[in-house]
């Protein structure tokens, strides 16, 4: 389905192409300021890259909407006794306010009146909705380990609302139904966006740091840490965002692109000019006039954009589905060999590799279901190479159950990551 649309959207711009070779007239001259007026309705200037995205929601509408969410969930915490803000913790609200502000001062959209809302949550989560609000759930102010980590993760979602992600997301699957897109519905397209999204809102969201005079490296050791922790789940289902490791990577290349903005504990005086010209983008404007070919640039930057922007977020969402069919199938050669308690709240387990490829980097997950059927994951390291028919070992701790409990719950082993070689 998805084909489709594309093989249509290239038809009307050759179509328009052949228009405006015969361009010089009055007559051509409006059709084209009409086109660019259309692609103007559908489409915006991305604020970051000046790159033109879909959308049909104008900031106003925009704010509105995310805020109405925002305050529905305020509402909804009050309705169920829970305080928010600093009525639920002075000093952690005073912290998130003071780091949020220096991050919102240097971004795209300082110029509007921003709020975070500090909400009684244990979940490790902080999210937009597109508004002016940013929610961050009080068991990720805990877990998180400075002020520079903090600042990271503020500026990835203040990210999101900027490159306007939400409602891309929004007119993407409006698009696809209007273009009666089966894929829309599935979700498949979905998952692939929402990776891509992830990627741009950490690149934005590092340089925000980097300008507010956080150190920008506390984006990447977030994320090793939560591979240390979680593993990457790749053996277990299809990921609607990057991966873990792959995740502190990225993050690492950008904050050592962006170092050079870096002055420890102080905004970058220059910070306004680096958001438009800086290392990462480049930020690019309309050169033809409307009524001048705009109009038709306007609409390929749109259609190309667009199809670019599909291209690379179809390969990413191949590669993942590769590399996950790779670990499926190698998952269902590594049996366990046995178990072995090691203490009250660790184990060991012992199993083999059968496949014919050795495999390194492996991390094996145990899922335990308890009596309620809540469903736990815990991941354990393997160090070094696991060559074809070896056993190996790893042990898994458990912090908040015993061996003993253990024995009553339903669990399951599996690969949870790893790189095979020959
Ligand atoms: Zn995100």
């Not at 007239?25 to 259309?38: K, W």
């Not at 921003?114 to 009684?120: A, G, Q, T, V």
């Not at 070896?390 to 669990?411: E, G, H, S």
Request: proline share 3%; net charge positive.
């Amino acid at each position: 389905m998805l084909y489709k649309v594309r093989a249509s959207l290239i038809k009307t711009s050759s179509a328009l192409i052949c228009l405006l070779l015969l361009s010089g007239c009055e007559a051509l001259q409006s059709v084209d300021r009409g086109l660019y007026n259309a692609a103007e309705a559908v489409s915006e200037r991305d604020r970051v890259t000046g790159r033109r995205t879909l959308s049909m929601a104008g900031r106003g509408q925009q704010i509105a909407q995310g805020n109405a969410a925002v305050e529905q969930i305020i509402a909804q915490q009050k309705k169920a006794g829970k305080k928010i803000n600093a009525a639920l913790d002075r000093k952690a609200y005073q912290r998130l306010v003071r780091i949020f502000d220096r991050i919102h001062r240097v971004s795209h959209l300082a110029n509007e009146r921003w709020l975070p809302i500090l909400i009684d949550n244990p979940s490790f989560n902080a999210f937009t909705t597109g508004g002016t609000y940013i929610v961050v759930h009080s068991g990720l102010m805990k877990g998180l380990k400075s002020d520079a980590e903090l600042a990271a993760v503020l500026g990835h979602e203040v990210a999101h609302t900027v490159a306007n992600h939400v409602f891309e997301r929004q007119t993407h699957q409006t698009a696809a139904l209007i273009a009666g897109s089966k894929a829309a519905r599935r979700g498949g397209y979905q998952a692939a966006f929402t990776h891509e999204s992830e990627i741009e809102a950490d690149r934005i969201g590092i340089l925000y740091a980097a300008l507010a005079g956080f150190d920008p490296y506390a984006a990447s050791r977030i994320w090793e840490r939560q591979y240390k922790k979680e593993g990457s789940a790749r053996g277990l289902f299809f990921h609607d965002h990057p991966v873990n490791p792959e995740r502190a990577v990225l993050t690492r290349n950008v904050a050592k692109q962006v170092k050079p903005y870096y002055r420890k504990g102080r905004q970058n005086p220059q910070s306004a000019a680096l958001l438009n010209n800086n290392v990462l983008w480049r930020k690019s404007v309309a050169s033809a006039p409307a009524g001048n070919g705009a109009g038709l640039s306007a609409i390929l930057g749109t259609a190309l954009g667009a199809y670019v922007q599909h291209q690379g977020t179809k390969q990413e969402a191949n590669r993942q589905a590769q590399q996950i069919q790779v670990m499926q199938a190698l998952d269902k050669k590594v049996v366990v060999l046995g178990e072995k308690v090691i203490d009250q709240n660790s184990w060991q387990v012992i199993w083999q590799n059968r496949n014919n490829v050795g495999m390194k980097n492996v991390v094996m997950g145990v899922l335990i279901k308890d009596s309620k059927g809540k469903v736990k994951r815990y991941v354990a390291h393997v160090k070094g190479h696991v060559r074809p028919d070896a056993r190996f070992a790893a042990q898994f701790d458990l912090p908040d159950l015993t061996v003993a409990q253990l024995k009553r719950m339903q669990i399951k082993y599996y690969l949870d990551d790893a790189i095979p070689y020959r």
